[in-house]
């Protein structure tokens, strides 16, 4: 069963760099084909894209955001960090890590639970 | 960036109706299309993947159609456990989502 699960702080300050890492079972991102995907909602929106990593360690970006993004990856944990610099309020959003597999071309089919991020002084 | 347009942005049918979505991409995505169901206070889940293929497990009730620019995501025969909104998202280039279809029953 393939599963994932994001955790990182609930609350950050303007200016603050976020970390939320992305653990995940029942796959490899060692595994050709492989890959995690980083989205985000802020409260009653769209969702947004924000970054994507692969099993070959490449990695793909928001072109509005890419200066302030950096993914990576430790496959022996089974995780995925996605660090985002300067944040304000207008990232206040639920953040969700996913899998792209290699059952679909390029579909996001499983997601983990999301995690809230409020950024506020 | 390609952009995705969503209509309508809201709708509100009855149980056992035909509902039906569309979306249009700012350029040519062929089918490069996927849609996602999202339940309030849930993560989304994938329905539909290349504008017309059913994911694994999603009930046939759900369906896609289209390529190019423009697509259609149809729910026939509409059940209560169907009210969510609902995104198309592109990948011929990075990745977009539309605005979002909140479907409500009446």
């Known amino acids: 069963q393939v599963t994932l699960k994001e955790s990182g702080p609930a609350l950050v300050k303007p200016t603050q760099t976020l970390t939320l890492t992305c653990t995940f079972s029942?796959?490899?991102?060692?595994?050709?084909?492989?890959?995690v995907t980083w989205i985000r909602q802020p409260p009653g929106k769209a969702l947004d894209w924000l970054a994507r990593?692969?099993?070959?360690?490449?990695?793909f970006y928001s072109t509005s955001l890419k200066t302030r993004l950096t993914i990576s990856k430790d496959t022996s944990k089974n995780q995925v960090v996605l660090t985002m610099t300067n944040m304000n309020p207008l990232d206040t959003a639920t953040y969700y890590c996913?899998?792209?597999?290699?059952?679909?071309?390029?579909?996001?089919?499983?997601w983990g639970q999301g995690t809230k991020v409020t950024v506020s002084s | 960036d390609i952009q995705m347009t969503q209509s309508p942005s809201s709708l509100s049918a009855s149980v056992g109706d035909r509902v039906t979505i569309t979306c249009q991409a700012s350029q040519d995505i062929s089918n490069y299309l996927n849609w996602y169901q999202q339940k309030p206070g849930k993560a989304p889940k994938l329905l539909i993947h290349?504008?017309?293929n059913l994911a694994t497990g999603v009930p046939s009730r759900f369906s896609g159609s289209g390529s190019g620019t423009d697509f259609t995501f149809t729910i026939n025969s509409l059940q209560p456990e169907d009210i969510a909104t609902y995104y198309c998202q592109q990948f011929d280039d990075s990745y977009s989502f539309g605005q979002g279809t909140k479907l409500e029953i009446k």
């Open positions: 290349d504008a017309s």
């Open positions: 990593i692969d099993w070959d360690d490449d990695k």
């Open positions: 029942g796959f490899s991102l060692n595994t050709i084909g492989m890959r």
């Open positions: 996913a899998r792209i597999g290699s059952d679909y071309d390029d579909a996001f089919d499983i």
